[in-house]
Nanobody
Framework: QVQLVESGGGLVQPGGSLRLSCAAS????????MGWYRQAPGNERELVAAITSGGTTHYTDSVKGRFTISRDNAKNTVSLQMNSLKPEDTAVYYCKTLRGGSNWYTYPGFGSWGQGTQVSVSS
């Protein structure tokens, strides 16, 4: 399957911004839905944002209005623009294919997870 590599993480102060990028080893044109997950120490991995090939998006309540997911099929990338960052956003962020279908964002796609990229929000 296509391999996904996350980048763009870093250390920012509360209220700051970061843009994460997910680079695919191959074309993502045929991948119906992509998503960004995150996992903080001691917490379960959760879906943060998702996007279909048609541009339909989904966001978890805690990031609505602050995060924006986008995809560029020509560049085989999926991005996550994160604004107004909070300490609670601190986590390792992963990009992943999604299964799609009804409730299309509910489940991650099959295949392995990447190493993710660390986002740390602290003063």
């Amino acid at each position: 399957q296509v391999q996904l590599v996350e980048s763009g993480g870093g250390l920012v102060q509360p209220g700051g911004s970061l843009r994460l990028s997910c680079a695919a080893s191959g074309s993502i044109l045929s991948i119906y839905a992509m998503g960004w997950y995150r996992q903080a120490p001691g917490n379960e991995r959760e879906l943060v944002a998702a996007i279909t090939s048609g541009g339909t998006t989904h966001y978890t309540d805690s990031v609505k209005g602050r995060f924006t997911i986008s995809r560029d099929n020509a560049k085989n990338t999926v991005s996550l623009q994160m604004n107004s960052l909070k300490p609670e956003d601190t986590a390792v962020y992963y990009c992943k294919t999604l299964r799609g279908g009804s409730n299309w964002y509910t489940y991650p796609g099959f295949g392995s997870w990447g190493q993710g990229t660390q986002v740390s929000v602290s003063s």
